[in-house]
């Protein structure tokens, strides 16, 4: 990938970048809003281009720990929807019942399906009322008795 194909691609859908990444941090984080709907929709644009962009340039979207969910949805951007299929058909040979590691790559998830945040932000609000709910201790504490 050049240069200058990664770097237009980040800024794209990355115009807020850190100047200075925080100590040992090897990359600069993107901001994508993911409780929002058009932020989880900047997160897949993003990944979908990413992928091509690899691709392209006859490189690998698998890490070394595989691929697993984060990237499954994708490995037809590197495959091809025909590699992908006899991926499946192998599985089904061996797998009939598809008890071996089900849903993982023949079978994926979306690339957002299993966010934390999401759109509906169900885990960004259950973990803010959550650090405001305050404890039987803080209560006694504010009511001027001894927990």
Avoid: Y
Avoid at 11 to 35: K, M, N, V, W, Y
Avoid at 69 to 83: D, H, K, S
């Amino acid at each position: 990938m050049s240069a200058g194909a990664a770097s237009s691609h980040l800024s794209r859908h990355a115009p807020a970048q850190l100047d200075d990444p925080p100590p040992g941090l090897p990359t600069q984080p993107i901001p994508f809003r993911l409780e929002t709907s058009a932020g989880t929709r900047n997160f897949r644009d993003f990944l979908a281009r990413a992928a091509d962009l690899v691709a392209s340039h006859g490189g690998s979207l698998s890490g070394e720990h595989g691929d697993g969910q984060a990237r499954g949805q994708l490995l037809t951007r590197m495959f091809g929807p025909t590699v992908v299929r006899a991926f499946a058909e192998l599985k089904a040979l061996f797998d009939p019942t598809n008890r071996m590691n089900p849903g993982k790559v023949v079978a994926p998830h979306a690339v957002d399906e299993d966010l934390r945040l999401g759109a509906a932000g169900r885990a960004l609000r259950g973990l803010a009322s959550a650090r405001r709910a305050p404890s039987g201790t803080q209560q006694a504490r504010r009511r001027g008795r001894r927990a």
